[in-house]
């Protein structure tokens, strides 16, 4: 039998992590606005950390899908510090900086969907096209609408961290973190 790395178990527990998190925006959005974004910044950290530990273990099979991995764990990195040293800014800034990471993310997913394909098969490689597809769209209406942003965080945000958190616990029992 085949062990297990200590990368599938991050990902499963970040996939929890995102999925309680994203039931938790959507019942309670104003009163729990100010931990969310405590909880979201550490959320940003971690999965910036996934990425470039992605990055750094994966560069030297592929091209492209792993600079992207490294911008969008840089850029996840940033902006999950900055939200855990200011989260009354955050508060405010949450119109404008989680769709540019939604779409970080998005993009830096979709650039090593021939990799996720090739080690986990085509139904994770479909789930993950579509999520991430429908990430990208929910980004750019955020972005290009801030009063929708605003008003619909919460559900948007809530929605999206759930399909986040299935993709990461997925991925966390599937075989790609076999050795």
Known sequence: MRRRSSFGWMELAIGILLIIL?????????????GIVMIYGLIAVLTG????????????FTGFGPIVSLISGVLSV???FMLLVYPDVGT???????????????????????????????GYYYFMLVANIIGM????????????????????????LIL????????????????
């Open 164 to 179: 986040l958190g299935i993709d990461s616990v997925v991925l966390g029992v599937s075989n790609v973190g076999a050795r």
């Open 92 to 122: 405010r800034a949450l119109s404008i900086l989680f769709p540019l990471w939604f779409m970080a993310h998005c993009i830096s997913q979709l650039a090593h969907l021939s990799f996720i394909r090739h080690e986990a098969g085509n």
């Open 137 to 160: 769209v929910l980004a750019v209406l955020m972005l290009f609408q801030p009063v929708f942003s605003y008003f619909s965080l919460g559900l948007i945000i809530g929605i999206y």
């Open 78 to 80: 940033m902006v999950g």
């Open 49 to 60: 950390i996934v990425d470039i530990v992605f990055y750094v273990r994966f560069d030297r």
């Open 22 to 34: 994203g039931i938790v925006a959507i019942f309670w959005p104003q009163s729990a606005l100010k």
